[in-house]
């Protein structure tokens, strides 16, 4: 499977560098865009999820690297929650 990395910028303006197993991510985030805090949860799940049943559909389990990512993502993002405006912007893709 095509793995890549995305980096993403947090609102306190510090940068991260997040793993997918599967090019998916690119379905549910561009290069430049912010996204609000809660929006940005959600296109993780979806995106993450997305990409840890194909693995499961081609090895027959989850990825376990992507549903860490995606709980390091919502642990981080617990940060945030009471901010006000708090956006997430993509930065970069990594294939």
């Known amino acids: 499977m095509p793995e890549m990395h ?18 998916v991510i690119k379905d549910y ?3 430049g865009r912010s996204y609000e ?5 959600a ?12 693995v499961r559909a081609k090895y027959g389990h989850p990825c376990g ?3 860490a990512q995606l709980a ?6 617990k ?3 009471n ?4 956006r997430v912007a993509i930065d970069g893709f990594e294939e």
């Open 6 to 23: 995305f980096h993403v910028a947090w609102p306190d303006g510090t940068s991260e560098r997040c793993y997918s197993p599967s090019l």
């Open 29 to 31: 985030f561009a290069v």
């Open 37 to 41: 805090l809660a929006e940005f949860l």
């Open 43 to 54: 296109r993780s799940r979806a995106a993450l999820n997305i990409a840890s049943e194909r």
């Open 65 to 67: 690297r992507a549903l």
């Open 72 to 77: 390091r993502i919502e642990s981080r993002s």
């Open 79 to 81: 940060q945030f929650t």
């Open 83 to 86: 901010a006000t405006n708090s």
